[in-house]
């Protein structure tokens, strides 16, 4: 409920950012899985199958290219493969220079609010709190805000990437991929353990 109340206040103050954020990762992913389906008509020109008996995709990638009156060759499959992914990453260092705006401008609003609040509070309120607590306020937990935010829009993207990605293996097998993910998933749950544990480490060190 907490992280509920955070993500709104924050969003409520920063909303065009978290729109720039979240829309520029969203275009990484949609790139990202454009550079993977456009790799799909390179293997099979590769391993010598012709598009008669290739993949639906690279069929269907042919068709486009023949249409646009470019060539279905290894070259311009090559082609079309490195302009997705050269696009990818200038739209990613773009999302990154995003992030890094939106977590100092979140950081900004809220080491200027704490000033202010510590400027308009009143004697007892330093004679009776901890000097560690103000360090720690100042020093850790407003940097540790602004890198969250950020983190939110990352958090939205990351699960359309994670449909896009995971909807052409779908396509192709959708048995090879349920393994796959179950794999993935019992490989990943020790990760998940050690980050509580890290978590309570953390805790203890703010502490």
């Given at each position: 409920?907490?992280?509920?109340?955070?993500?709104?206040?924050?969003?409520?103050?920063?909303?065009?950012?978290?729109?720039?954020?979240?829309?520029?990762?969203?275009?990484?992913?949609?790139?990202?899985?454009?550079?993977?389906?456009?790799?799909?008509?390179?293997?099979?020109?590769?391993?010598?199958?012709?598009?008669?008996?290739?993949?639906?995709?690279?069929?269907?990638?042919?068709?486009?290219?023949?249409?646009?009156?470019?060539?279905?060759?290894?070259?311009?499959?090559?082609?079309?493969?490195?302009?997705?992914?050269?696009l990818k990453s200038v739209v990613?260092?773009?999302?990154?220079?995003?992030?890094?705006v939106m977590k100092y401008a979140?950081?900004?609003?809220?080491?200027?609010?704490?000033?202010?609040?510590?400027?308009?509070?009143?004697?007892?309120?330093?004679?009776?709190?901890?000097e560690g607590t103000l360090l720690?306020?100042?020093?850790?937990?407003?940097?540790?805000?602004?890198?969250?935010?950020?983190?939110?829009?990352?958090?939205?993207?990351?699960?359309?990437?994670?449909?896009?990605?995971?909807?052409?293996?779908?396509?192709?097998?959708?048995?090879?991929?349920?393994?796959?993910?179950?794999?993935?998933?019992?490989?990943?749950?020790?990760?998940?353990?050690?980050?509580?544990?890290?978590?309570?480490?953390?805790?203890?060190?703010?502490?």
């Amino acid at each position: 409920m907490r992280v509920l109340v955070f993500i709104r206040s924050l969003t409520g103050k920063f909303p065009l950012l978290l729109a720039a954020c979240t829309g520029l990762w969203l275009v990484v992913g949609l790139l990202e899985a454009a550079s993977i389906v456009s790799i799909v008509p390179v293997v099979d020109k590769l391993v010598g199958a012709q598009f008669g008996s290739a993949s639906p995709i690279s069929r269907r990638i042919a068709e486009c290219l023949e249409s646009a009156g470019l060539p279905s060759s290894l070259g311009g499959l090559l082609a079309l493969f490195l302009a997705f992914s050269f696009l990818k990453s200038v739209v990613q260092i773009a999302a990154r220079y995003a992030i890094l705006v939106m977590k100092y401008a979140v950081e900004r609003e809220l080491y200027l609010g704490t000033f202010g609040d510590f400027f308009r509070a009143r004697w007892h309120f330093f004679a009776s709190g901890k000097e560690g607590t103000l360090l720690n306020t100042f020093m850790r937990e407003s940097a540790v805000v602004g890198k969250a935010f950020g983190a939110i829009a990352l958090l939205f993207s990351a699960f359309l990437q994670l449909a896009l990605c995971l909807a052409v293996p779908f396509y192709l097998s959708w048995k090879i991929t349920v393994l796959s993910s179950a794999a993935a998933a019992l490989f990943g749950a020790p990760f998940l353990l050690t980050g509580r544990w890290g978590y309570r480490l953390g805790q203890q060190s703010t502490a």
